[in-house]
């Protein structure tokens, strides 16, 4: 919807497709190590700019 033009609002977009790859990774390794200590993985989201920056 902020893409409509009646709104166009800038946004901060997260990489749903990325983030569930890095989900998927992490229960991977925990399933295969249940001893391994806990991760983070960081996932970068990007601005998506348009009329209200």
Do not use: K, Q
Request: aromatic share 12%.
């Amino acid at each position: 919807m902020v893409g409509w033009p009646t709104f166009y609002l800038s946004t901060v977009r997260n990489p749903i497709d990325e983030a569930v790859e890095h989900v998927i990774h992490l229960l991977e390794r925990r399933l295969s190590e249940p001893a391994r200590t806990s991760e983070t993985l960081p996932i970068d989201p990007y601005f998506v700019p348009r009329e209200t920056y």
